[in-house]
């Protein structure tokens, strides 16, 4: 476990994360990026990207990520739309990347190839 989150979890967020060529990165950053959580802990996520990735993009994502039915609360913002300039401070002195584009994009593909092999193998 990472952050007090099941891989499983983690490997979830990727995929979503996988599905939006707008998002570079995505940094963990608060009680979990620190290791102060608790179980109940939200996940502080913040997203950096091309210009492409807008509100609507993050909204879409936040749909996606909520009908994972994962246990636990999002706080999901893109990184250049923070205004508050200690928030800033807090995710550039804390803040843990996650996932980066190539990382999630060989989760994604990896994960694209076990599931072609489960299928061949169950065709067989």
Do not use: W
């Not at 999630?104 to 076990?114: A, I, P």
């Amino acid at each position: 476990m990472r952050f007090g989150l099941k891989e499983t979890t983690i490997e979830q967020i990727c995929t979503v994360l996988s599905h939006y060529p707008q998002v570079e990165k995505a940094i963990l950053y608060g009680s979990r990026a620190k290791g102060n959580y608790k179980p109940g802990s939200d996940i502080d996520l913040t997203l950096t990207g091309n210009e492409a990735l807008t509100l609507d993009v993050l909204y879409r994502i936040i749909n996606d990520i909520d009908d994972l039915l994962l246990p636990y609360t999002f706080d999901l913002s893109i990184l250049h739309q923070i205004s508050d300039p200690d928030v800033i401070e807090h995710i550039q002195r804390v803040g843990v990347e996650l996932v980066a584009k190539n990382s999630y994009q060989k989760l994604s593909h990896s994960t694209d190839r076990l599931q072609d092999r489960d299928r061949h193998t169950a065709s067989a």
